[in-house]
């Protein structure tokens, strides 16, 4: 095999090698911020529901500098 030869059939091998790779690393980055995207917007719609809806009182706190004894 000569030089030439080593060199075309090598060439199309690594194309393939780097457009597999590619489209892994697509899916699974695409996999990745997509659930991260839908946990987020989930924690904020149940955040926002527990806010809205939840019946919590504050307790007032005697704060350290009042003039109130």
Known sequence: MTQ????????????????VHAVLL?????????LTKSMVLA???VAGAVFLFARVRAIPRK????PVV
């Open 63 to 66: 704060l350290s500098h009042s």
């Open 43 to 45: 924690l904020l719609l």
């Open 26 to 34: 697509a899916a699974l980055l695409g996999l990745k911020f997509l």
């Open 4 to 19: 030439q030869g080593a060199k075309s059939v090598f060439l199309p091998l690594l194309l393939l090698w780097l457009a």
